[in-house]
């Protein structure tokens, strides 16, 4: 279940008109690693030692696939792959240089599985308790059933990224 606040967004390039409405996605707390490893431990035959030494390397093996200008496949989870942004674009190829690369970028586009994730996530409005909102404390996240207020994914949702090209998706 993801967790959801309402904000108001002004179009920029239409500054006259009325803000509208959208869902922004509130997430709840990070999960580390470590905890990752616990929880498969305690439903597996791998000890959390073990788990951790497996991730850790498979975490430094996607830096390393990365790093040599492959695309890392997670299976149905999606792909782990690099792009570059020019800092200095040229008025010919001719002048282009590796100078005018500013930076690499790592992008990830998800697979079936993310894919489907997103499609049949349930959602849940979050509203902070007043107590919680007076100490600076948020509430934790809101369990399921607790507000008639969800939605199906379907309308107006999060501003999309704008740097996303489904047609490079692998």
């Known amino acids: 279940m993801q967790n959801y606040i309402v904000v108001s967004r002004k179009n920029l390039q239409k500054p006259q008109e009325a803000p509208k409405f959208y869902a922004m ?7 580390s690693v470590k905890d990752v490893c616990k929880r498969i431990s305690e439903r597996s035959s791998y000890s959390k030692g073990e788990l951790e030494g497996c991730i850790g390397e498979f975490l430094l093996e996607i830096l390393n696939v990365l790093s040599e200008g492959n695309i890392v496949q997670l299976g149905d989870l ?11 674009p040229t008025k010919t190829e001719k002048e282009f240089t590796t100078s005018c690369i500013k930076q690499g970028r790592v992008l990830f586009y998800p697979g ?28 934790p996240p809101a369990t399921s059933g607790e507000n008639a207020h969800g939605g199906s994914g379907s309308g107006h949702s999060e501003a999309p990224d704008p740097d996303y090209n ?5």
């Open 25 to 31: 996605a509130r997430s709840g707390r990070k999960v």
């Open 78 to 88: 999606g792909n782990f792959r690099m792009s570059i942004k020019t800092g200095t």
């Open 112 to 139: 079936n599985d993310l894919r489907k994730l997103c499609k049949t996530m349930d959602f849940t409005l979050y509203k902070p308790d007043a107590k919680a909102e007076t100490e600076g404390k948020p509430k």
């Open 166 to 170: 489904p047609s490079l998706s692998h």
